[in-house]
T-cell receptor, first 112, second 117 residues
């Protein structure tokens, strides 16, 4: 079956670092995406991993371990505008023809 | 600027009414998707279309139908709306041919908030 787990909510302080974890089980893994979604708005692309390791993009980094079915999104130097939901999504060629399967999202609140 | 647009942005309707949500894109992408988002349930795929003649059911297609009128247009219909179809609906596009074989980023429209009373 297909399953993606991520924490429902997290709280962090402005200027700090926060790590949002995502674990997944799929039958035909072919890439993992992170999206950011502010309340009431459309999701926007943050990062993509298909090979093991760390991808860095400014204040945001994403890590993937395919053998462990695990990814994390790391946000550094948190700003108030980073308060949003973060969606982990896996591309699965096993049961969903390569479509994205989304986790339920992690709502991050950044406090002063 | 190439974009994904959805109309209407908000709609309130009554149980049993027929509703159509429309999506247009100027990105020139072949693939289009309809999702619904409910609190605590995340984004779930309703229907997807890889080109004008290729339409497929997603995870939760019951109670919905779609029409791909052209490469740029993909409409979602609720033939007889019911209250549990109250949700935020997103259209999205992607085209792996344009972004390299292994990156299939999806671009989302602004969403339609539908309330069925």
């Amino acid at each position: 079956g297909q399953n993606i787990d991520q924490p429902t909510e997290m709280t962090a302080t402005e200027g700090a670092i926060v790590q949002i974890n995502c674990t997944y089980q799929t039958s035909g893994f072919n890439g993992l995406f992170w999206y950011q979604q502010h309340a009431g708005e459309a999701p926007t692309f943050l990062s993509y991993n298909v090979l093991d390791g760390l991808e860095e993009k400014g204040r945001f980094s994403s890590f993937l371990s395919r053998s462990k079915g695990y990814s994390y999104l790391l946000l550094k130097e948190l700003q108030m505008k980073d308060s949003a939901s973060y969606l982990c999504a896996v591309r699965d060629y096993g049961g969903s023809q390569g479509n994205l399967i989304f986790g339920k999202g992690t709502k991050l609140s950044v406090k002063p | 600027d190439a974009d994904v647009t959805q109309t209407p942005r908000n709609r309130i309707t009554k149980t049993g009414k027929r509703i159509m949500l429309e999506c247009s894109q100027t990105k020139g992408h072949d693939r289009m998707y309809w999702y619904r988002q409910d609190p605590g349930l995340g984004l779930r795929l309703i229907y997807y279309s890889f080109d004008v003649k290729d339409i497929n059911k997603g995870e939760i297609s019951d109670g919905y139908s779609v029409s791909r009128q052209a490469q740029a247009k993909f409409s979602l219909s609720l033939e007889s709306a019911i209250p549990n179809q109250t949700a935020l609906y997103f259209c999205a596009t992607s085209d792996p041919q344009r972004q390299g074989a292994r990156l299939d980023e999806q671009f989302f429209g602004p969403g339609t908030r539908l309330t069925v009373l």
